[in-house]
């Protein structure tokens, strides 16, 4: 059994994780600062199902001691602490960077100077592709695609970070890499895509398979910006839980490695796409409108996970119905506490 340290953990992916792991038999530890709604609303969740879980309340930009202690004792540390909304990273850059950047470095500083570094697993971002203008995207079937990849983005893409959120997650995926390198520390990257399930409290500017799901279960109005046809690979959460266990399970030939964390070319969706899966499921329309296209916004991003299949064994597993049709069930079973906590 493994001690894990989840930074992060009570949000959307990390309380998930949080629970998967306890019920494994893994002592878990939550580091959280609880700014994000919904994160008490997780923790009090996991605290019935799993009293040993232990919650630690401390901030990664400034509690350096915290961090020192506690990666001191962990096996495993998973990094999922993070401002997570590109909107955001522009009218707020130094929040951005204090937390995704500065707040990165303190955790890999405080894993490496560990009298027994743990494995160190960082949530990372397709976003640090940018808007791979190198690449052509044609229309095809009422949805734009890559013309000539056809298994998607590989992580030989060039890096090109843009907006202050592309910044601050490049800077601290380029860290984790070189910390492996430099320092010897087991560290693994995820370059993430379009990450859904239960417990994420999605919002217009970040989460938009949960956002659109919840618009549709409350029937309130939903704005698609563009014309919705720009697709993602969407990953069920689960599944991106199983590519943490598998890279350590995999740790020698993962360690210091990076891997595209998507649904793949064979679980994606387009924004029109979600709408009419939606309003098969609810039997009712949804009420769209459409904006203008928000800057920056690729018409296409799909993860070549080629490079997980062949070194730790992984690929998704989960059909965005089945996924889509877990999470909103979840949305049902918690309908009046979601309610309170966007109404708060």
Request: net charge neutral; aromatic share 10%; with cysteine.
């Amino acid at each position: 059994m493994l001690r894990y340290l989840i930074a992060g953990g009570a949000g959307f992916i990390g309380v998930n994780a949080a629970d998967q792991y306890a019920r494994a038999g893994h002592t878990v530890t939550i580091l959280d600062n609880f700014s994000r709604r919904g994160t008490d609303v997780n923790a009090d969740w996991l605290l019935k199902r799993h009293p040993k879980v232990r919650v630690v309340r401390a901030d990664i930009r400034k509690d350096h001691q915290i961090l020192a202690a506690e990666a001191a004792q962990c096996d495993v540390l998973l990094h999922l602490a993070a401002q997570v909304a590109v909107t955001t990273s522009v009218s707020d850059p130094r929040l951005d960077f204090e937390i995704n950047a500065l707040g990165s470095f303190n955790i890999l500083d405080a894993a490496r100077r560990a009298p027994k570094p743990p494995i160190v697993l960082y949530s990372s971002t397709n976003k640090v592709y940018g808007g791979m203008e190198d690449v052509r995207v044609v229309e095809k079937n009422g949805r734009y695609v890559y013309e000539t990849l056809p298994l998607g983005c590989s992580e030989a893409q060039t890096l090109d970070f843009h907006s202050p959120y592309g910044c601050s997650k490049g800077s601290a995926d380029q860290y984790v890499r070189d910390f492996s390198r430099i320092y010897g520390l087991r560290t693994v990257v995820f370059r993430q895509s379009c990450i859904y399930g239960p417990h994420q409290f999605g919002i217009e500017d970040q989460g938009w398979v949960a956002w659109f799901t919840l618009r549709s279960l409350f029937n309130q109005p939903v704005t698609i910006y563009g014309d919705g046809k720009q697709v993602r690979d969407v990953l069920y959460v689960d599944d991106l839980i199983g590519a943490y266990t598998a890279a350590v399970a995999h740790i020698d030939r993962a360690a210091g490695r990076i891997y595209n964390t998507g649904g793949s070319a064979a679980n994606i969706l387009s924004l029109l796409d979600l709408v009419a899966l939606l309003e098969k499921i609810s039997g009712a329309k949804m009420n769209c409108s459409f904006g203008d296209w928000r800057p920056g916004d690729q018409r296409v991003y799909i993860s070549d996970v080629r490079r997980a299949q062949s070194e730790i064994g992984w690929s998704p597993t989960t059909s965005p119905a089945a996924g889509i049709g877990k999470m909103r069930d979840w949305m049902i079973e918690n309908k009046e506490l979601i309610r309170g906590i966007y109404q708060s």
